[in-house]
């Protein structure tokens, strides 16, 4: 087991928003030739994760709140315990249209080989 302790500094600004990483714990604990990450974001009222891409395929996981999600042009409404699932290279978004902060859970991986 591992084990990562919060602290007050965890969260850090990265693409316009405070995000917390555990992409280190997974690398140690992860599969060969993966990449592999997962972080939290905090999110204000106002705040949007800016518009960006990668050769990864990424769960999101909505832990209180209302998002809203933009995927090339469509968009979701997320509430509480919602999921999206983005396929790689999608240009994408999550912003904060309601009157509340909230937490958002994010998950990555890309396909890996064993040695």
């Known amino acids: 087991m591992r084990y990562e302790p919060q602290t007050a500094n965890d969260y850090k600004p990265e693409y316009t928003v405070m995000i917390r990483r555990f992409t280190d714990l997974l690398k140690a604990t992860g599969p060969v030739h993966t990449q592999l990450g997962s972080a939290v974001s905090?999110?204000?009222?106002?705040?949007?994760?800016?518009?960006h891409q990668h050769p990864v395929t990424e769960f999101l996981y909505l832990i209180?709140?209302?998002?809203?999600?933009?995927?090339e042009g469509e968009t979701q409404v997320l509430t509480e315990g919602d999921v999206v699932v983005l396929e790689p290279d999608k240009l994408h978004s999550v912003s904060n249209t309601g009157s509340e902060p909230f937490r958002l859970f994010s998950f990555w991986w890309s396909e890996g080989v064993r040695q």
């Open 42 to 51: 905090y999110i204000r009222p106002g705040e949007s994760i800016e518009k």
């Open 64 to 71: 209180n709140g209302e998002a809203t999600v933009w995927v």
